[in-house]
């Protein structure tokens, strides 16, 4: 058993144990935090894009595999990449081709 999986366990029976209490409900402290809530998933804005219909194919394929709308995937990654937490994968699977394009160099002479 790995490090973490005894952690977990150790919380689960402090839990079971009742040793866990909720913390005190401060109103002020509530109210603050759901504002921000608020103010963060507000979308009080609408954008026009052209994008290649190729892309947009794509973009549509991957919202029906996460079972989301396309236009909330596509509002997720913006936000994603403004505020620096977008993260590339390893490996990108993609149905596109992912060749790489040599330039020869021109011969001298």
């Known amino acids: 058993m790995d490090k973490e999986d005894k952690l ?3 919380i689960l029976a402090s839990f079971e144990r009742g040793e866990w209490q909720p913390a005190p409900k401060n ?4 109210a603050r935090f759901a504002a921000m809530a608020s103010a963060s998933l507000a979308k009080d804005k609408r954008v026009n894009i052209r994008i ?6 794509d973009i549509q394929a991957k919202a029906a595999e996460e079972a989301i709308p396309y236009q909330t995937l596509m509002a997720s990654v913006l936000h994603k990449y403004v505020t620096g937490r977008l993260v590339e994968p390893q490996t990108s699977p993609t149905r596109r081709s992912t060749r790489t394009l040599r330039i020869k160099p021109r011969s001298a002479g």
């Not at 109103?27 to 509530?30: A, D």
Request: aromatic content about 0%.
């Open 27 to 30: 109103k002020s402290e509530i």
């Open 8 to 10: 977990e366990e150790e």
């Open 52 to 57: 290649s219909s190729r892309d947009l194919d």
